[in-house]
T-cell receptor
């Protein structure tokens, strides 16, 4: 058990809608990152937050945004959903020695 | 740009046979490399990292900077090793915390 929990586990949205995915990190882990994993691919880095500020970003458009809160929880928000946004979204918190602990992910389907 | 390549999508071996999962990377700095594993119906988890020079569940991986490789090896595969394996590279420099993953190799160990 890694202590990283995500919600919801599955959801379906319509193209153009907005979605918020949530993550609760392990206590004491100040760094949280989000990944998108499409079927048949490895996780793709979206962004990272450290102490409530974004400090790293991958090749994702601005409609992907996030928040991190002092209680080790965080959110991933995606606006103007597109069909290609359908994927598994993984939250990960960073522990000692740069080890990343993953949640089980949120499956998003955009129709 | 950093990139991780796992040339084999699928790898199948018999129990007791040696196994090697290939990983090649491109990165301009000094890399920090990891292997992650995902067993059936479980979350992605760290298997080992190169800086630890450790052996986990009989697996080892050596960083070869000349060949830019970080292959995962085990001399005698077991059925419980069947899983999805991802090689990942951590960027600690310009894009803090960005981990780049390969697309994974599905290992099947047959009895």
């Amino acid at each position: 058990e890694t202590g990283v929990t995500q919600s919801p586990t599955h959801l379906i949205k319509t193209r153009g809608q907005q979605v918020t995915l949530r993550c609760s990190s392990q206590s004491g882990h100040n760094t949280v990152s989000w990944y998108q994993q499409a079927l048949g691919q490895g996780p793709q880095f979206i962004f990272q937050y450290y102490r409530e500020e974004e400090n790293g970003r991958g090749n994702f458009p601005p409609r992907f945004s996030g928040l991190q809160f002092p209680n080790y929880s965080s959110e991933l928000n995606v606006n103007a959903l597109e069909l290609d946004d359908s994927a598994l979204y993984l939250c990960a918190s960073k522990g000692a020695g740069n080890t990343i602990y993953f949640g089980e992910g949120s499956w998003l389907t955009v129709v | 740009a950093q990139r991780v390549t796992q040339p084999e999508k699928l790898l199948s071996v018999f129990k007791g046979a040696p196994v090697e999962l290939k990983c090649n990377y491109s990165y301009s700095g000094s890399p920090e490399l990891f292997w992650y594993v995902q067993y059936s119906r479980q979350r992605l988890q760290l298997l080992l990292r190169h800086i630890s020079r450790e052996s986990i569940k009989g697996f080892t991986a050596d960083l070869n900077k000349g060949e830019t490789s970080f292959h995962l090896k085990k001399p005698f595969a077991q059925e419980e090793d069947s899983a999805m394996y991802y090689c990942a590279l951590l960027n600690n420099n310009t894009n803090a915390g960005k981990s780049t993953f390969g697309d994974g190799t599905t290992l099947t160990v047959k009895p």
